[in-house]
């Protein structure tokens, strides 16, 4: 996506210097940067701390991650290093997925450009696959007006490029209509009100940031069309992970007559999960909710404690939302409707 004059991704693989660049996300909205390495152990690390997060971007960084530990320490490849990222974080399946495909490449096309080619060549995959699943949710969207309300950061940052849940918004801007976004901050890390509504901006679209508890009032003063949201990973089922938060608003939006829509792509999908109860839930650290920081009036970074001392936090990542809340998940194969057709993700219907 265009920031400034340029265009980027959140993370690839640049070919002048053979090295991961990825897009430092904890210093937006008030620096953009963007930082490289050719060490896999940095780039486990800005998956750990979340310089890079969300369930697509993570999974293509990692594939570029291990084709640079193909190549410096080959012998330790399948013992050491495909382990050491799957530790990175534990929900997104996409991680799993790209971790599976580079050890798959490793064996087919076991050159080191080779398997540079596959892990550029994944996240080109997931960039086509947000691209494709944006046309069918403008689809949906254009059938009423577009006052969509979305939880955490489901756009290009999470997802190389385009977005999940933001990429039919961007579709529906590029055909020149106007959708409004209300933007849940989404405690406690606040990727809504950072990230989600810093890139809605950069793309000139109109949103206002609200706290995660106002989501459900203005569901109720009929202010919201649909709800739009991504994923971490989707059971066969169709029950969905997505940021903690999620399952709240989609009670809300069932008691409110709301559409829930989740953009994911298949990367996202779970089949050896049947239900929601068999996905691993991250839970953070406590000072997430503990501290907050942030930039003051010169500019400054400055991080402040919200909490008395002494005072302990539950941080639970992640929930899950059961598929008879979610009206359709729509991926780059089309709308799947899991709670009218709860066998499989094949009864996929679009193309
Ligand atoms: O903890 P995060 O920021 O990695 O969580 C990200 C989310 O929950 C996103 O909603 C999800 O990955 C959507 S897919 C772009």
Not at 116 to 138: K, Q, T
Request: proline share 4%.
């Amino acid at each position: 996506m265009r920031v400034g004059k340029s265009d980027y991704r959140a993370v690839n693989w640049d070919i002048t210097t053979g090295s991961v660049q990825w897009v430092e996300q904890r210093l937006l909205p008030h620096k953009f940067e963007q930082r490289s390495t050719n060490r896999p152990e940095l780039v486990a690390q800005a998956i750990e701390t979340m310089q890079v997060r969300g369930a697509p971007s993570i999974g293509a960084f990692a594939a570029l991650g291990l084709a640079l530990a193909y190549q410096q320490d080959r012998a330790r490849f399948e013992s050491y290093w495909l382990a050491r990222f799957r530790s990175t974080r534990p929900t997104a399946i996409n991680l799993f997925h790209a971790c599976d495909a580079m050890a798959r490449c490793a064996l087919e096309r076991p050159l080191d450009t080779q398997m540079i080619d596959c892990a550029v060549a994944y996240g080109d995959a997931e960039v086509e696959a947000n691209r494709r699943m944006g046309l069918y949710m403008a689809e949906l969207l254009a059938r009423g007006e577009r006052r969509i309300l979305t939880h955490c950061n489901a756009g290009w940052l999470a997802a190389v490029d385009w977005g999940t849940a933001t990429s039919g918004i961007y579709q529906l801007a590029e055909a020149g209509e106007s959708p409004f976004v209300w933007v849940d901050e989404t405690r406690p890390r606040l990727q809504g009100a950072r990230l989600t509504a810093w890139e809605l901006h950069q793309a000139g679209i109109d949103c206002r940031i609200q706290a995660d508890s106002a989501a459900a009032w203005m569901m109720a003063q009929g202010q919201v069309d649909a709800v739009v949201v991504g994923a971490d990973r989707i059971a066969a089922n169709g029950d969905v992970a997505n940021k903690i938060g999620t399952y709240a608003l989609s009670l809300a939006a069932r008691a409110h007559g709301v559409p829930m829509y989740v953009a994911a792509p298949l990367s996202s999908f779970d089949a050896a999960c049947a239900s929601g109860e068999d996905i691993p839930i991250e839970n953070r650290h406590e000072s997430e909710l503990l501290c907050m920081d942030g930039v003051d009036d010169a500019g400054v970074s400055q991080a402040i404690h919200v909490a008395a001392p002494g005072v302990q936090a539950n941080n639970p990542a992640f929930d899950m939302t059961p598929n008879s809340n979610v009206t359709a998940i729509v991926s780059e194969q089309g709308i799947w409707m899991p709670a009218k057709n709860s066998n499989s993700v094949s009864t996929v219907v679009g193309e």
